[in-house]
RNA sequence: GGGGGCGUAGCCCAAUUGGCAGAGGCAAGGCGCUUAAACCGCCUCAAGUGAGGGUUCGAGUCCCUUCGCCCCUACCA
């Protein structure tokens, strides 16, 4: 590609100054009104992707765009450096995860400097920094000093392939685990755990506050699934004063109880296990207990299955609202880790009570009247309550206050409410990552570490191998230790933090990582926090954004944060995916797309260009065999640009004339459309507006009559300012040509419109005859609602075409049109 | 099974939020420039909005039905 420009040498050149003046360094005394813009930190894989170059581009136009608006904006940047892949990788490779990790970063970190994105690199954080792991640390002793870490003997989710526990997000729908594919099984271990649940409801109702996408928020709504409901006994038959205690959504269906089930983890499940029904009822547990919750939640089976899932204790327990006993069954679709661990089962109203009753030959009472034309098992649907005693006649909110009343007065009952967060386990078993800092002695029980002996490294002899422990557990030297407490020999925790342990506190050490003897100072995160617009996939909709979130509001609560913000993100903005035939683009999947071949072709401005306006920003986008000739047409735009700013076949006349005009009414409509655009996350139109802008001004320039002089030099600087956000090194080249003299493209304030070129003098109206178009006429833009109508009807073509016919009905809609109805 | 999104020229996408279906780009074709080609410049081409129905003076936009594709989620009592 033959361009009017060396793209390299000025790319180069324009990067170099700003990492050489520190342009888009800010400190924190700053006394511009400030803005805080933030992408996510990306794990560093290597040179950059299309996937990075497309959220680092949005990110970077944020940056450049707020600081022209003559904010501080802090822009900061970092690596989340710790993760599996990277110790698979030094396993593989017989080295160790830090060089191969040191390795990727400087490659990221060139490729993103090629991009032209701009940080402020004083404040890079790296997760695997002793700096920062010391801290992170830190906050880990902190919330086990809150109450908000304990550690306890759970259910988890154990992948062989990468030979650690894995949270139940990690796992996918079909049992596998997320990173390696394999069958996900289940192991009781002792683990840590962040008592996130205990931010549950703040947690879900601080999104209302926050200018998130719809549908992330949704998703967190959903992981965090709260339901209101009743808590109660169920006592037994055999002993009134014993009881089994249920949780329901749907107290109100109480007398379509016919059964209660179990889960199979549950303590009563021994005592309700009469003896000739031991062996069934030992068998189905042992076979729950190998398998993961996501598995033995999965519900595809049919019911031939479902007998192999339940089995009949031997048991019963009495329905509070009949009186009537009720048998109990264990069942794996129940359990042990939800509500209580039990419930009473409805068949009438529950399709999965109602499909294990089938298989067990239960009775199925209706408590809703299903409607006439109702065909199926469980309703439920709303309904007038029949064979429901007290609350017959009352439909389901009625039945509900009742029922709950009842359950009150008679069965223990209270109201409740269950949400299906867990807390987060946040224990790993692999080497690349941050180290607990708990030591166990036998005295003492588990003391933290003490502050002065933070961070707690690992050796870095230590082998990976994996045998199922942790990396850690294997190195003697660094297990053994003395107790912090007693001083008598102890044992370190060998396991490492969840790396999303890292991820929810970066975006606070970016705001001050300077201040000694603090993870940050309060004081001067104040300064910037929460975050005006963050950046980031959609993959970590529930995840990263949920932990932060819950980190955030933990740390304020324990004073380590400033109480200003409990959220941390304010506006949140989701760039699409890239996909390469159908799927998307990613490493691992071998499909990249490599920026840098287009580095030094289009350049890193038009390959900005291209990504912001490839499609909505929002939307995946699809590379296909057509997206290289794109790009192509994004590096010609900036080649017609330079062109004409060169005087490239350009014509001039003097005097100021109503074509001049024109242009400049372009100009200053082009100002608020891009303005508008880049607020609305459109940056695909702002682009098309630039395109439009620039076929306006160089057909205008390059016709025989031409440009005058100052109106030309107005377009030209407007596009330069206006188009420097999206293509930094060329406008600033270009602007350094014109204005030798002043400060950078990128220092020049926003363009602000003159409303005066906004305002049109007329506009195009459109008389219709029933809808079809009949005329078009030129009005005032604020023409009344009479008028356009009178005008309508003194058009020669619409009293023709009425012929004298009286309108039935006259719609004016100035200045727009006016509809003229026969 | 539940939730969400998307179907507009050959392709990617716009459409003042209910008011003339076309801003921009890609591709294709033509002309000019050129010894020729590339580049460059100019011009042209094309859909009635997946399908059907409804509301309305008026529907790409709102409602219902239906088809296709994509994403998320999945026995949470």
Redesign the pocket.
């Known amino acids: 590609?033959?361009?009017?420009f060396d793209v390299k040498t000025i790319e180069r050149r324009w990067q170099a100054r700003w990492r050489d003046e520190g342009t888009y360094e800010v400190d924190n005394d700053d006394p511009r009104e400030r803005y805080y813009a933030l992408c996510m930190y990306p794990y560093p894989s290597g040179s950059a992707h299309q996937g990075h170059v497309r959220i680092y581009t949005f990110g970077d136009v944020v940056v450049r765009y707020q600081t022209m608006l003559g904010k501080a904006v802090l822009s900061p940047f970092g690596f989340d450096s710790f993760g599996l892949p990277a110790e698979n990788a030094a396993i593989k490779a017989g080295s160790h995860p830090r060089l191969f990790t040191e390795e990727r970063i400087v490659e990221l970190k060139s490729s993103l400097i090629r991009l032209g994105a701009v940080y402020d690199w004083r404040r890079e954080v790296r997760s695997h920094d002793p700096a920062y792991m010391r801290w992170s640390q830190a906050i880990f002793i902190a919330f086990y000093k809150a109450g908000l870490a304990y550690r306890a003997e759970a259910p988890v989710n154990w992948c062989p392939g990468c030979g650690t526990v894995l949270a139940?997000?990690q796992?996918?729908?079909?049992g596998t685990c997320e990173r390696s594919g394999d069958l996900v099984e289940r192991r009781n271990l002792e683990q840590w755990f962040f008592k996130i649940t205990d931010y549950a409801e703040e947690l879900l109702s601080g999104l209302t506050t926050l200018e998130w996408p719809?549908?992330i928020k949704?998703?967190q709504r959903?992981?965090i699934?709260?339901?209101e409901?009743?808590e109660f006994d169920l006592a037994f038959a055999s002993d009134p004063t014993k009881a089994l205690r249920?949780?329901?959504?749907?107290?109100d269906t109480g007398f379509g109880v016919t059964y209660a089930?179990i889960?199979p983890e549950h303590p009563l499940l021994e005592e309700l296990t009469a003896d000739e029904h031991h062996a069934t009822v030992r068998a189905l547990v042992q076979r729950a207990s190998k398998e993961s919750?996501?598995v033995?939640?999965?519900?595809?089976?049919g019911g031939a299955?479902?007998e192999k899932?339940g089995a009949f204790t031997g048991s019963y327990v009495v329905n509070p609202f009949s009186d009537e006993p009720v048998p109990v069954y264990v069942?794996?679709?129940?359990?042990?880790?939800?509500?209580?661990?039990?419930?009473?089962?409805?068949p009438g109203e529950?399709?999965?009570?109602y499909?294990?009753a089938e298989v067990y030959g239960l009775p199925v009472v209706r408590t809703t009247r299903p409607p006439e034309d109702f065909e199926g098992g469980a309703y439920s649907g709303d309904g007038e309550h029949i064979n429901s005693g007290f609350m017959d006649g009352h439909e389901i909110a009625d039945a509900k206050v009742l029922a709950t009343a009842f359950l009150v007065s008679k069965a223990n009952g209270h109201a409740t409410v269950?949400?299906?967060?867990?807390d987060w386990l946040v224990s790993r078993q692999r080497f690349w990552g941050c180290p607990i800092p708990m030591v166990y002695c036998s005295q003492c029980g588990v003391v933290p570490v003490p502050d002065d002996q933070l961070p707690v490294l690992a050796p870095d002899d230590v082998v990976m191998d994996r045998t199922g422990q942790s990396p850690l557990a294997t190195h003697e030297a660094f297990r053994t230790t003395t107790c912090p407490v007693c001083g008598a020999p102890a044992q370190r925790e060998t396991d490492t933090m969840d790396t999303f342990n890292d991820s929810s506190w970066y975006f606070l050490r970016y705001a001050d990582p300077w201040t000694p003897g603090v993870a940050f100072d309060p004081k001067e995160v104040a300064k910037w926090m929460p975050v005006d617009q963050y950046v980031g996939g959609?993959?970590h909709?529930?995840l990263h954004l949920m932990y932060a979130r819950f980190y955030m509001k933990a740390l304020v609560d324990i004073d380590w944060a400033p109480n200003i913000a409990r959220e941390p993100f304010s506006r949140l903005f989701s760039q699409g995916?890239i996909?390469l035939s159908?799927?998307?683009m990613s490493k691992s999947k071998g499909n990249l797309v490599a920026p840098e071949e287009y580095y030094d072709t289009v350049g890193a401005d038009g390959l900005r260009l291209f990504h912001l306006?490839?499609?909505?920003p929002a939307?995946?986008?699809?590379w296909?065999d057509?997206?290289d000739?794109?790009i192509?047409?994004?590096?010609?735009?900036l080649?017609?640009f330079y062109?004409l700013a060169q005087g490239?076949?350009v014509n001039y006349h003097e005097d100021l004339d109503e074509t001049d005009v024109a242009v400049r009414q372009a100009v200053h409509r082009a100002i608020v459309r891009v303005t508008d655009e880049f607020e609305?996350w459109?940056h695909?139109?702002a682009?098309?507006?630039?395109?439009?802008l620039?076929?306006?001004v160089?057909?205008w320039a390059?016709s025989e009559h031409g440009a005058q002089p100052t109106v030309l030099d107005e377009a030209i600087d407007t596009m330069l300012t206006l188009l420097a956000p999206m293509a930094p090194h060329l406008t600033a080249e270009m602007w350094e040509h014109r204005h030798p003299e002043e400060k950078s493209v990128h220092q020049q304030p926003w363009p602000v419109a003159d409303p005066a070129l906004l305002k049109r003098d007329t506009?195009?109206?459109?008389i219709?005859i029933?809808?079809k178009?009949r005329a078009?006429l030129q009005v005032p833009p604020e023409i009344s609602m009479a008028d356009a109508t009178t005008e309508a009807l003194e058009d020669a073509v619409i009293s023709a075409a009425l012929a004298g016919v009286t309108p039935k009905?006259i719609?004016s809609?100035p200045p727009?049109?006016?509809?003229i109805?026969t």
């Open positions: 590609m033959a361009r009017p139940n997000e796992v996918l729908a079909d719809e549908r949704t998703m959903n992981w699934g709260r339901s409901g009743v249920v949780f329901t959504t749907r107290p089930v889960a919750e996501i033995r939640t999965a519900s595809s089976e299955a479902l899932r069942a794996d679709y129940v359990l042990g880790t939800y509500g209580t661990g039990a419930i009473m089962a409805v529950d399709e999965r009570d499909a294990f269950n949400y299906r967060l867990r959609i993959e909709a529930i995916m996909r159908g799927t998307k306006f490839a499609g909505p939307d995946d986008f699809d296909t057509q997206t000739e794109i192509d047409g994004c590096g010609r735009f080649d017609r062109r490239h076949e609305h459109s695909n139109i682009v098309a507006a630039m395109m439009e620039l076929n306006t160089s057909k390059r506009v195009t109206m459109v219709q029933n809808g178009v078009r009905r719609v809609r727009r049109l006016v509809n109805i």
